[in-house]
T-cell receptor, first 112, second 113 residues
Framework: DADVTQTPRNRITKTGKRIMLECSQT?????MYWYRQDPGLGLQLIYY???????NKGEISDGYSVSRQAQAKFSLSLESAIPNQTALYFC???????????FGPGTRLTVL | AQSVTQLGSHVSVSEGALVLLRCNYS??????LFWYVQYPNQGLQLLLK??????LVKGINGFEAEFKKSETSFHLTKPSAHMSDAAEYFC???????????FGKGTMLLVSP
């Protein structure tokens, strides 16, 4: 079983719709992250959480919100999706004692 | 503040040739450095990491990288490319503690027969 899972893996939606992407992990890590990947831009950090009660904005948080429901679950929401949010979204986890991040398989989101 | 520059968005090599992917970093404190690989339609997988121990770091699949503080570089090498090495490679830096990872824009490695 995968240590970091993301659902859904693919999603097509329309402009203005609310979308939630979910991430779960069984690694026992306290830190979780959401990134988006666009061709030629690498990975950009959207939000991160160092523990359940700690949520921080990343470099591109506008238009996104997150919820850390439990240590193992971290959800990303797009309140009103727009076409330039079409991208590949990755969740990652790490331990506070180790900076290595472990990535999920990604969610490919298309906003029409 | 920290940043990463990967020189070359695409690198092409022949099978059996040396692979060299370049990464330069900027960090105001001693950095921790990482190389990740992304195969098509997959997430990122850790290749290797430098965390202030030995400056020459060996990773998986025959890759290695050398930390050179004077050049602020952490280039990735492999003596002999294999077709299965074709993927996108990302260099990343963090200052550790409560710092987050900053990624470069990635280098696509193309391997021809």
């Amino acid at each position: 079983d995968a240590d970091v899972t993301q659902t859904p893996r693919n999603r097509i939606t329309k402009t203005g719709k609310r979308i939630m992407l979910e991430c779960s992990q069984t690694k026992g890590h306290d830190r979780m992250y959401w990134y988006r990947q666009d061709p030629g831009l690498g990975l950009q950090l959207i939000y991160y959480s160092f523990d359940v009660k700690d949520i921080n904005k990343g470099e591109i948080s506008d238009g996104y919100s997150v919820s850390r429901q439990a240590q193992a679950k971290f959800s990303l929401s797009l309140e009103s999706a727009i076409p330039n949010q079409t991208a590949l979204y990755f969740c990652a986890t790490s331990s506070s004692g180790d900076d290595t991040q472990y990535f999920g398989p990604g969610t490919r989101l298309t906003v029409l | 503040a920290q940043s990463v520059t990967q020189l070359g968005s695409h690198v092409s090599v022949s099978e059996g040739a040396l692979v060299l992917l370049r990464c330069n970093y900027s960090s105001s404190v001693p950095p921790y450095l990482f190389w990740y690989v992304q195969y098509p339609n997959q997430g990122l997988q850790l290749l290797l990491k430098y965390t202030s121990a030995a400056t020459l770091v060996k990773g998986i699949n025959g890759f290695e990288a050398e930390f050179k503080k004077s050049e602020t570089s952490f280039h990735l090498t492999k003596p002999s490319a294999h077709m299965s090495d074709a993927a996108e490679y990302f260099c990343a830096v963090t200052s550790g503690g409560y710092s987050t990872l900053t990624f470069g824009k990635g280098t696509m490695l193309l391997v021809s027969p």
